[in-house]
């Protein structure tokens, strides 16, 4: 596998000089694409059969092409700084986000019971205040949003991650496994409102006017009443916006309306002073097969499967994006490594918090192993706090963004061993429970 990266790298390298005098602004797009997809797929295949992710490979393809330099090799260096190829990324966040919304529904987040309830909102609760804490220990001298903003980054819980998990261990319908998708639905609800409160204080502080209490008030009520009215109002219209499709004739028509129904949200949120990736989760929300049944009959794929190969070109651009901008030469500096091992620290154990809200009758640990991992929703969360900044200085610099990265690679990696482990000894425990009182 090194090999053959090696080769490829090789190889671009080779051609590389031909196109960098042409004008044409899509030909180095055109070889940032092909690189950053072929080794996406490369190392993901090496991380998949090590048991892990493929978006951990993904992200570790991006650090192999941002720190070629450091072995004299500066081809590379411009796919981060093109502006289409971050276009491309932001759609590729607005599809993941919409893929994760379809993996729920309205219905589902309703009917998750009290105690997902519970465990999601001290599953926010805690890495919020933990990571705040570890951002005033570690960070004194920076600003207090850059504090609050590295609480938010814990807040929320990779639910693909952990459904595949689940999946892969056949614990998924148990409910333990219930519970914790339930609350990982929660933590993302609630995480992209506390996303757009902190961004809405930054940005005010931004201006020269530090955001009030009613003015922190009135964001949250924009955000809740953006997630609420969107879901409610488009419950209503959406199945009436699908069958005025399941009308029309050629083909993709259910992919091109459902994207139209998702890019529209994700406009209407950032009209609002929220992030687009909201608007894009409350989207997949909406959507359900019933609202696309009569396309469907007509001959057309379910959605998920038409979603498929666009998040499949899309999406690994923005983790392999996100992974070019870790500089591993900072990583020789203590306080990064100190910050990385902290916050980390204060991702797991915020998020054991939340297990006490399981209740009696449920394996504890298995609930608060399932919620560890952070993978996706905390590169974008990092990813957006690079874009804001006060008085000219980002929030998440490219020494904190190396250290939740690193944040993020552990606590995504140690979630399959450990929740493997822990299911096991939840049916060895239940197993010797039965066998003693037969």
């Not at 519970?179 to 609630?190: F, K, Q, T």
């Not at 899309?314 to 994006?321: A, E, Q, T």
């Not at 998440?396 to 690193?406: N, Q």
Request: hydrophobic share 55%.
């Amino acid at each position: 596998m090194t090999a053959a990266f090696t080769v490829f790298a090789a190889a671009v390298a080779f051609f590389a000089p031909a196109s960098a005098g042409h004008d044409d602004a899509v030909v180095p797009v055109l070889l940032a694409l092909a690189v950053m997809l072929a080794s996406a797929r490369l190392v993901g295949d090496l991380t998949v059969r090590l048991g892990q992710p493929a978006v951990l490979g993904e992200l570790v393809a991006g650090v192999i092409l941002g720190n070629l330099h450091l072995f004299g090799f500066e081809g590379f260096q411009a796919f981060e700084r093109n502006e289409i190829v971050g276009g491309l990324a932001s759609l590729g966040v607005i599809v993941l986000l919409f893929e994760v919304g379809l993996e729920s529904t309205v219905r589902d987040v309703l009917k998750v019971g009290a105690p997902s309830l519970i465990v999601a909102v001290l599953g926010v609760v805690a890495p919020f205040f933990l990571g705040w804490g570890v951002g005033h220990l570690m960070l004194s001298d920076h600003s207090p949003y850059v504090h609050v903003f590295l609480g938010a980054t814990l807040t929320a819980t990779s639910v693909g991650i952990t459904a595949r998990v689940l999946q892969d261990l056949g614990h998924s319908k148990s409910d333990e496994g219930r519970i914790i998708l339930g609350a990982a639905v929660i933590d993302d609800v609630l995480g992209l409102v506390i996303l757009a409160v902190v961004g809405a204080m930054i940005v005010a502080a931004d201006g020269g006017e530090p955001l009030s209490i009613g003015g922190m008030l009135w964001i949250l009520a924009k955000a809740l009443g953006f997630l609420v009215g969107a879901v409610v109002i488009g419950l209503l219209i959406s199945p009436r916006i699908f069958r005025f499709a399941s009308r029309l004739r050629g083909r993709g028509i259910l992919l091109t309306t459902a994207l139209v129904f998702c890019l529209t949200l994700a406009y209407l949120s950032v009209q609002i002073g929220l992030a687009p990736i909201v608007g894009a989760y409350a989207a997949g929300l909406i959507l359900e097969r019933v609202h696309y049944r009569d396309l469907v009959e007509k001959g057309e794929h379910e959605l998920e499967e038409l979603l498929h190969p666009l998040g499949t070109v899309l999406v690994p651009i923005f983790f392999v994006l996100m992974g070019m901008r870790v500089q591993l030469e900072r990583f020789a500096r203590p306080e990064i490594l100190g910050l990385a091992g902290l916050l980390t620290v204060a991702a797991i154990v915020g998020k054991q918090v939340c297990a006490l809200g399981a209740g009696r009758g449920h394996d504890r640990w298995t609930v608060g192993l399932g919620m560890i991992p952070r993978g996706e929703v905390g590169l974008i969360f990092a990813s957006i706090g690079m874009g804001l900044s006060i008085g000219g200085v980002p929030i998440i610099d490219e020494g904190i963004y190396s250290a939740v990265v690193i944040m993020v690679v552990v606590t995504t990696m140690a979630t399959p061993p450990a929740l493997k482990w822990s299911i096991g000894r939840a049916r060895r425990g239940g197993t010797a429970t039965r066998t003693g009182a037969a």
